[in-house]
C-alpha cells in the first residue's frame, strides 16, 4: 500500500490531453514538493516535474504538473505514443523520522 | 555530463549480505545528497535511502531499517549500500540516484543510474 495513491491507469488517443492524480497527506503533498518521473519500459525512470510545476531541462512543456492542499496532478497535452510509460508522482513524508515516498505508479497507454 | 553507474548486484541466499556501490561522476559529488530507491520485479518504486552530501546524515525506510547501512565516500565520488540480513522480499533492481542539492527531505531524484539486481533466493 503507498503512502501516495495514484490511478492504476490511465489512457487517450493521440491529440488528447490527460490527467494523472496524486493523492496524499498533510504530512507529504500538503507540506513538501512534489516530483513526477517517467519510466520508459525498460528504462531507468527520469525527472519529468519538480516543485510541483517546475519541468527540467530538456522536458516538452506539453508536460506540466499542479499541486492543490493534499493533492498534486501531472496533465499531459498533445498525446504522443512514445508518451506511454509509467508515471510516479513522489514527495517527502515528515511522519516518523522523515522519509521518501512514491505514488504505486500509473500505467499510461496511448490508444 | 552527469553519470552514475551501479555495481554489486547478484544472487544472494536469505541472510546473505551485499554491498552495492555507485560511481558517480560530472558533477562535484560533495555537493549533492544521494539515494538510493529499489523497484522489485513488475513493482512500483520504494524510497529505500538517503545521505547528505556534507555531514552524512542518513534516513531510511522503515523496511530496511536496521539492516541496510549507506555510506559516501566523497574521495572517491562513490555512494555504497551496505545490505545484511537479506530476505526474498529485498529482490529489486537497485537505483542509485542524485537529488538536486544537499538537501534530504525532498523526493528529488535528478538523475538515476541504470540500476543494478538484487536477487535473494535459496
Known amino acids: 500500500q503507498s503512502v501516495l495513491t495514484q490511478p492504476p491507469s490511465a489512457s487517450g488517443t493521440p491529440g488528447q490531453r490527460v490527467t494523472i492524480s496524486c493523492s496524499g497527506s498533510s504530512s507529504n503533498i500538503g507540506s513538501n514538493y512534489v516530483y513526477w518521473y517517467q519510466q520508459l519500459p525498460g528504462t531507468a525512470p527520469k525527472l519529468l516535474i519538480y516543485n510541483n510545476n517546475q519541468r527540467p531541462s530538456g522536458v516538452p512543456d506539453r508536460f506540466s504538473g499542479s499541486q492543490s492542499g493534499t493533492s498534486a496532478s501531472l496533465a499531459i497535452s498533445g498525446l504522443r505514443s512514445d508518451d506511454e510509460a509509467d508515471y510516479y508522482c513522489?514527495?517527502?513524508?515528515?511522519?516518523?523520522?522523515?522519509?521518501?515516498?512514491f505514488g504505486g505508479g500509473t500505467k499510461l497507454t496511448v490508444l | 555530463e552527469v553519470q552514475l553507474l551501479e555495481s554489486g548486484g547478484g544472487l544472494v541466499q536469505p541472510g546473505g549480505s551485499l554491498r552495492l556501490s555507485c560511481a558517480a561522476s560530472?558533477?562535484?559529488?560533495?555537493?549533492?545528497?544521494m539515494s538510493w530507491v529499489r523497484q522489485a520485479p513488475g513493482k512500483g518504486l520504494e524510497w529505500v535511502s538517503t545521505i547528505s552530501g556534507s555531514d552524512g546524515r542518513t534516513h531510511y525506510a522503515d523496511s530496511v531499517k536496521g539492516r541496510f547501512t549507506i555510506s559516501r565516500d566523497n574521495s572517491k565520488n562513490t555512494l555504497y549500500l551496505q545490505m545484511n540480513s537479506l530476505r526474498a522480499d529485498d529482490t529489486a533492481i537497485y537505483y542509485c540516484?542524485?537529488?538536486?542539492?544537499?538537501?534530504?527531505?525532498?523526493?528529488?531524484?535528478?538523475?538515476w543510474g541504470q540500476g543494478t539486481l538484487v536477487t535473494v533466493s535459496s
Open positions: 513522489a514527495a517527502w513524508d515528515d511522519s516518523l523520522s522523515g522519509r521518501g515516498v
Open positions: 540516484a542524485k537529488k538536486q542539492a544537499d538537501i534530504v527531505a525532498r523526493g528529488d531524484f535528478d538523475y
Open positions: 560530472g558533477f562535484t559529488f560533495s555537493s549533492y545528497a
